[in-house]
């Protein structure tokens, strides 16, 4: 049983965006916690959805009265400001970040709130991530599984000054998180904009926050082979990682354009490398390096490409810079829409 002095109280956060079959499965999964009721609240966060997101969510909360869930509908694209309407309609000392295509084992908070309670000095919490394929994916994606969010820092309890933790399972004490401003922008409109949950940890791990690990906090994340296990699906996250470091260059660290363009030089000069590994791989009929080589240009090259727009585009250059998605505490509550 708990003893309710150490009952945390929790908000589990989750922004959804055209995933109305798989978002009741992992509201399932938390209706579903040995945690007490009354200590964790669900928030919902349709981030501009065009499918039946809404009816779905509705409908489910209407059959779930006895777990506290509610729901928000964000118009204006963009995860960061999903989470920041989110942030600001928590009630409660925990935020608990997951994905809407996650499934959350039933002792889920209850480890969380397990490690928090161990050492009151740490502000966070990382729960272990496993990938759930729907079918059996290809041999060579299993190399790839921490693109699609797996996480792993063995089966013991530990704290750690800058400890990654990966969103579809963070846990933060929602006074830091507002302290230090909330997520980076990730995706708004078409446009990839920042480094998301990276800039979080950045931020966490320069200000020497104490983050700890639950090895038993575990979600799977659920993926579709034929869609997620595909070298455009893997390449694509190669990409997205390789813009954070421009990024923060020019709107975290104002680094000025001689940075960028120092970071450029050297960044086309690892793209030229790895084409060149990758030819040599292919003439020697190593698929495994091959696969390799072209990520890891992806990488590089991606980071030109994304130095040129901020060069050549006044717009994305402000976009950057605007900072609206910086989260502040503000007195008013948010009311559920």
């Not at 922004?15 to 200590?39: F, M």
């Not at 990382?126 to 994916?137: Q, V």
């Not at 820092?153 to 399972?169: F, R, S």
């Not at 997620?228 to 699906?233: E, F, G, L």
Request: net charge positive; glycine share 6%; with cysteine.
């Amino acid at each position: 049983m708990y003893n309710q002095q150490d009952t945390l109280k929790f908000s589990v956060l989750i922004s959804t965006y055209n995933r109305a079959e798989s978002i009741i499965k992992c509201l399932e999964s938390l209706v579903n916690q040995n945690y007490p009721k009354e200590d964790y609240e669900v928030i919902v966060l349709n981030n501009n959805s065009k499918d039946n997101t809404e009816t779905a969510v509705e409908k489910f909360i209407k059959e779930h009265k006895d777990t506290n869930i509610r729901y928000y509908f964000v118009p204006r694209a963009g995860q960061v400001y999903a989470r920041q309407i989110g942030i600001l309609a928590a009630k409660n000392e925990i935020l608990s970040f997951t994905d809407d295509d996650a499934i959350l084992m039933p002792d889920w908070i209850k480890e969380i709130a397990n490690v928090f309670n161990l050492n009151k000095k740490a502000v966070g919490v990382a729960g272990k991530i496993e990938i759930k394929w729907d079918e059996t994916p290809p041999d060579w994606i299993r190399d790839y599984e921490t693109q699609l969010g797996k996480l792993n820092y063995g089966d013991e309890i530990l704290y750690k000054k800058g400890l990654y933790m990966n969103a579809g399972n963070l846990s933060i004490k929602k006074e830091v998180l507002i302290e230090v401003g909330g997520f980076n922008p990730e995706m708004v409109g078409e446009w990839l904009i920042g480094d998301g949950e990276t800039g979080l940890w950045l931020r966490l791990k320069n200000r020497g926050y104490l983050i700890g690990w639950a090895p038993k906090a575990l979600m799977l994340h659920c993926q579709i082979a034929k869609k997620n296990a595909t070298i455009d699906d893997i390449k694509r996250r190669f990409i997205n990682n390789g813009i954070c470091k421009p990024y923060n260059i020019y709107a975290i660290d104002k680094g000025g354009a001689f940075a960028l363009f120092k970071n450029m030089l050297k960044a086309m000069r690892n793209g030229i490398y790895w084409q060149y590994r990758k030819a040599g791989n292919l003439i020697r009929g190593r698929k495994k390096g091959v696969y390799e080589a072209m990520f890891k240009s992806a990488y590089h090259f991606a980071q030109v490409r994304y130095t040129l727009k901020l060069f050549t585009d006044k717009e994305f250059r402000r976009a950057i810079t605007r900072e609206d998605w910086i989260v502040k505490n503000y007195k008013t509550p948010v009311a559920a829409l």
